[in-house]
């Protein structure tokens, strides 16, 4: 490998990562979470919640 595609494989492994620990999230519904987390804090900031 050339010096160009060393400095890519860094990259690329944590893309891979980053999409796999995307998917774990969507799999265990914690998308769901964070977003009834930030509807509360929302309704604090303006005094409702």
Not at 15 to 40: D, F, P, T, Y
């Amino acid at each position: 490998m050339n010096k160009q595609a060393q400095s890519r494989v860094p990259a690329i492994l944590a893309l891979i990562a980053a999409a796999a620990m995307i998917i774990v999230g969507l799999l265990r519904s914690e998308h769901l979470v964070v977003l009834q987390k930030a509807v509360n804090i929302c309704l604090e900031c303006i005094g409702i919640g």
